[in-house]
């Protein structure tokens, strides 16, 4: 839930003061740099301790140094034992092309300088986040900042190849995860994200990656055996297995393709997966509530702009069955239609 609060400027300059100091006390700056959407992005962590912990899941799009399109400063105030479910109200403001969103559940705070092209996100502790917080670090900013240069963050996987892909799109147990980690098995296709990507309608739709990162429900784990080797210890009960494909499966991710066609993953008791024809108000269905739930706060024109592109590719639906091993070939067939 987000609530807008009293519009009021953050403290920039603060803010920049305090993530020198944070750098200096951990040993200096920890510069990652990145190709996002086609587009040089810069990472400052404060000290090695916060780069380990929130970069993983950007090692596919590790790029050469040049002049950066976005700068975002990232460091904690070293508060160990804080971790947090990061559940709860999250509170948005924006003012003089400044945004800023609070989430006192977990302590974070995310603020974009559109104008200068400039980010900072504070936590208590770098390593206290909840789990899905390092499968996707910094998903606001990216998205405000994605939105300003045309490009839309939405709720959705994506595989395929250099030629073309699909954008799999649905709600949380809809059988996103399981279809794009099935095609770690198949040479043939790469991976582009299973929760969040940016997607471009600009002539040619085309879907570019932001995460290299894996989740997956423990209780799915016995169909994507070949998963197995590449988790991470000490997984909580009540978490979903994460893992990082380019340190897993190195040069299995890619980082976009052109968009051929919107799947919407459906589990069934087929045993081998099947595609079938969809419509275009199946994969608006699909695509929409959880993306719009999940936008901080929520473009005013999201549902247009998602209609709008499920008029433009064609929509199919992916029948899942008990063999996720026939997942990939379904894909694939869509993809030679």
Do not use: N
């Not at 978490?239 to 990082?244: D, M």
């Amino acid at each position: 839930m987000t609530r807008i609060a009293t519009p009021q400027s953050p403290p920039v300059e603060s803010l920049r003061e305090d993530f020198e100091r944070a750098a200096e006390a951990a040993g200096g700056a920890v510069d990652l740099h990145l190709a996002l959407a086609g587009k040089p992005v810069r990472i400052r962590f404060a000290g090695a301790r916060t780069a380990e912990a929130l970069s993983p899941a950007f090692a596919h799009l590790v790029a050469l140094d040049g002049p950066p399109a976005l700068t975002l400063h990232v460091w904690d105030s070293g508060i160990r034992g804080s971790e947090t479910t990061g559940a709860g109200a999250s509170y948005y403001s924006k003012q003089d092309g400044v945004r800023s969103l609070h989430q006192p559940a977990s302590g974070v705070f995310s603020v974009l300088d559109a104008d200068a092209d400039t980010g900072w996100f504070w936590m208590p502790d770098a390593h206290g986040l909840p789990y899905w917080d390092y499968t996707a670090p910094f998903r606001h900013l990216l998205g405000w900042w994605l939105d300003a240069q045309g490009l839309r963050q939405v709720h959705g996987g994506a595989v395929g190849t250099e030629e073309g892909g699909v954008l799999l799109v649905g709600p949380g147990g809809s059988g996103k995860s399981t279809t794009a980690l099935s095609i770690l098995r198949d040479q043939r296709l790469r991976y582009a994200g299973d929760d969040y990507v940016a997607v471009g309608s600009a002539h040619v739709p085309a879907v570019h990656s932001i995460y290299c990162s894996g989740k997956v429900h423990q209780r799915d784990l016995h169909r994507l055996l070949h998963l197995e080797p590449a988790l991470a210890d000490g997984i909580r009960p009540d978490e979903k297995a994460v893992f990082y494909v380019e340190q897993a499966f190195p040069g299995r991710s890619i980082a976009g393709f052109p968009l051929r066609a919107i799947v919407v993953p459906r589990v069934t008791d087929r045993r081998a997966a099947r595609a079938l024809p969809g419509t275009r108000a199946e994969a608006l269905a699909a695509l929409a509530p959880s993306t719009i739930f999940q936008l901080h706060p929520p473009a005013r024109d999201a549902l247009a702009w998602m209609a709008g592109l499920v008029r433009r590719v064609p929509t199919f639906v992916l029948e899942l069955g008990s063999d996720a091993e026939t997942i990939p070939a379904a894909l694939l067939r869509i993809l030679e239609r």
